[in-house]
DNA sequence: GGCAGATAGTTTAAGCATAAACTTTCTCGA
DNA sequence: TCGAGAAAGTTTATGCTTAAACTATCTGCC
């Protein structure tokens, strides 16, 4: 289902969104594959553990990255299987354990965020600033929309 | 990393294209599957193989669906265990095969088609034609942005 | 105190996705 | 014509992702 031309509007702003998001995914990993052997998710838990010096519980790491508890399960188990992630047993709940960035994720993270910032304006270079916005503004929109979709209500939006 | 007020817009901007992107993405994979119990790549592989009577080849396929060749191997096999594709050895190149829907198949998709169109409207129906298409445009200035990282020249553009 | 139900996390089964190595077949030029 | 290299698919290894079933622990109420 590549962009037609005969469907309605909502179809094919649905397939340029789809793709041009995949696209510029695809082109993230592989920067990311290739400078630091690593993946988006991954890149992601760390940025997520980065804004938290204490830690959080898994079930709070897997709300933010908006995933499932069980995906969480083997992605942690493979950043402390490679030392980037440290967890220990929650000390007032039993069941939870706080899962933070060890040293030496906090520093693979801090080498690595400027140039996923860099790859990211990269791909956004030949957009103009006002182009920029409004993008963002109708994303805005989508998303609000999306929301109404789901709980017949719209979310309290910030920005 | 969730959408962020203090980065760069280029950064907030690519967390809420993802964000909006993964959220229509799961409500839409939700819905076949409570409806038809089915999949958003095998959707799309039966939308492509609609569009050609005749069937086209494994790597046809794989262009359309712009995933590798070795996924197509396995969804082509899952689509054939149920009917829904058949295939055959090509006639002028016996490392080719050509893939098509069964009758079944395209039974199943037309079933499907317009409930898919419907989920999508239902998607951006909070949101103004003049929304939807200053959306599309700037979606279209991002896909040539995204190119032009990629490639250093811009790519023919229809839309 | 103790039990019912909720919550945190893990496990399992299945599918999607990639990259890289591999097999088979084809093509093209010397 | 035949051989080198390209092209079509498949296989393999790895990882991400979900839903659903499961275990362990906690909480609140009687």
Do not use: C
């Not at 959080?56 to 980037?84: C, H, P």
Request: hydrophobic share 40%; proline share 3%; charged share 30%.
């Amino acid at each position: 289902m590549t962009d037609g031309e005969s469907d309605a509007l909502q179809i094919r702003l649905w397939l340029r969104l789809l793709g041009s998001t995949n696209a510029m995914e695809a082109s993230l990993r592989a920067s990311l594959q290739e400078r630091f052997a690593t993946t988006m998710p991954r890149f992601d838990a760390l940025a997520q553990l980065s804004r938290a010096p204490d830690g959080m519980t898994m079930g709070q790491l897997s709300e933010r990255m908006m995933v499932t508890k069980g995906n969480i399960t083997g992605l942690v188990e493979r950043l402390a299987a490679d030392g980037l992630v440290e967890r220990r047993v929650a000390p007032d709940d039993r069941r939870a354990s706080i899962v933070r960035l060890s040293g030496e994720g906090r520093r693979r993270f801090t080498e690595m965020a400027p140039h996923m910032r860099q790859w990211i304006e990269d791909l956004f270079a030949a957009m103009s600033r006002d182009e920029l916005e409004a993008l963002y503004q109708m994303l805005g929109r989508a998303r609000q929309s999306v929301q109404i979709a789901k709980t017949g209500q719209p979310v309290f939006e910030e920005g």
